[in-house]
């Protein structure tokens, strides 16, 4: 099926560059791709014009607040997705769900909603709401089998919430592509930098020298046993967790510190700052809790460019969320690295006993016995042959490739499903 129009309805701009591999199948397929995001500047949008994508500028902020200001803007945002003439209409996110759904109401097209992270379902008020509006989908595209079972539970049958992945660029998250791009740069180099590598007969940078350079930017012994935590900090939400913060820095730093009194050559690098001016500020007061920033064994670096060469330099990930998709380990996995994750939403689905270990969510004790059963077999040699099977397990099961095909063919389904109603 070739020349549908689809409309990818999404409320950020700095955000969602998981999307792409999908819109890129997409028009790959012969389908006419535009994406509709809030107005102004941003990584997404500039992507996207970059790859050759219509950007359309959405009227509707994605804010529900009770005044005329909503009811206007998503009545402007129908009238949009009206002109546009959809065959299918593509969303992610949930205040983009709830936009979606109640701007096409009584349009004739199809509704399809993606589902990457399971948050908002944690919430009771909004799973007993969604309950009801599921129903207004044509498809819920679940990210992980835990989405989808809770769709399960709202009463959505089976053909309506199939379980897909969006996946991870897994050729772009090995340490052997990354490597070879950081040896390409070497030959790059200046004439006199060059003829001093070939004296020496290097013809680039190793993966164990690449590793031992991060570590000599960090301050931290070329043996010791690292840990890595990739992950935004998110301001604690009062409808969910009890105001806890959904990542689980409060339960990996007090295990760290009793971990690291019996383990002291080992270091806890962390990545990530605040994905919001509260989330930042939960962030500091983390910081300030904890000791962070009197504690030479941990490391918190707010942002980087360039993630890669921290998971190289690394031996462990670690992921203890309270709630969560796929999330970090399969990136980490990707690169060769064994992930301790919380058995929270889709976290479990992403290890096996071959790959990493699984503890109960919100609890430190379980994640430092976890800690130190990493560093036995950090230890004895045997770390390496779980990272050997955390990347084996992220290209068969986790690559977006086939994910992109997946929902692609899931979306022109849908399109038939429409066609024939």
Known sequence: MAGLRIAILFKHRQSGRWMLPQVEELRRRGHQVMVVLPPGPGPLPTELTRRGFEVVESPFDFRFRPNLATLRGLWRLRRLLRDLRLDILKYHLYASALAARFSSVGL???????????????????????????????????????????????????QRRPATTPGIDTGHFSRRRYVAQQRHVAKRRTGAERDHAAESGSDGPTAEELRAKIRAELGVAQDAFIVIMVAYVYAPKRLTYNGRGIKGHDLLLPAWQSFHARHPNSHLLLIGGGFSPAGETHRRDLVHRFGVDTDPSVTWLESVTEVRPYYNAADLSVSPSLSEGHGAPVEAGSMGLPSIVSDAGGLPEVVDEASGWVVPAGEVAPLEAALVAAYRDYEAGELTRRGDAARERMVTFFDHGPAAERIADIVERTAAGVRTR
């Open 108 to 158: 004739r097209l199809g509704r399809v909603h993606v589902v990457v992270g399971p948050l908002f379902l944690e919430s009771r008020l909004i799973r007993t709401v969604e309950r009801w509006l599921w129903r207004a989908d044509d498809v819920v595209i679940c990210g992980t089998e835990y989405t989808s079972r809770q769709y399960g539970a709202l009463g959505a049958p089976p």
